[in-house]
């Protein structure tokens, strides 16, 4: 049974950082492409970062230059260093995996493009 599990959540002051992990489980880790998203209050879920099984990354343009998505296959976690925050980085923060797919991202930012969902850890991040 697939199992993804978020952690590293909590609340800074703007211009801090924060280290999301996402352990997974129940799947051959290294093989598929991998997200992490978000949803602010009442918003929409958006797409923040993709690595695929080569490691190649895809950003949203907002956290481009402040996260990094990165994975450690012998731990089978996915992580997104997140530096600089902002308010507006304040969300609900999701990991992902596509376990349908040959482990390429077509974008690895639409939410459509996964299949398996972790329950998410809260980003606050305060003026």
């Known amino acids: 049974q697939v199992h993804l599990v978020e952690s590293g959540g909590g609340s800074v002051q703007s211009g801090g950082s924060l280290r999301l992990s996402c352990a997974a489980s129940?799947?051959?880790?290294?093989?598929?492409?991998m997200g992490w998203f978000r949803q602010p209050p009442g918003k929409k879920r958006e797409g923040v970062a993709a690595?695929?099984?080569?490691?190649?990354?895809n950003y949203l343009d907002s956290v481009k230059g402040r996260f990094t998505i990165s994975q450690d296959h012998a731990k089978n976690t996915l992580y997104l260093q997140m530096n600089s925050l902002k308010p507006e980085d304040t969300a609900m923060y999701y990991c992902?995996?596509?376990?349908?797919?040959?482990?390429?991202?077509?974008?690895?930012?639409?939410?459509?493009?996964?299949?398996?969902w972790g329950q998410g850890t809260q980003v606050t991040v305060s003026s």
């Open positions: 129940g799947y051959t880790y290294s093989s598929y492409c």
């Open positions: 992902a995996a596509d376990l349908q797919g040959p482990g390429y991202c077509p974008t690895g930012l639409r939410a459509y493009e996964y299949n398996y």
């Open positions: 690595i695929d099984r080569d490691g190649r990354t």
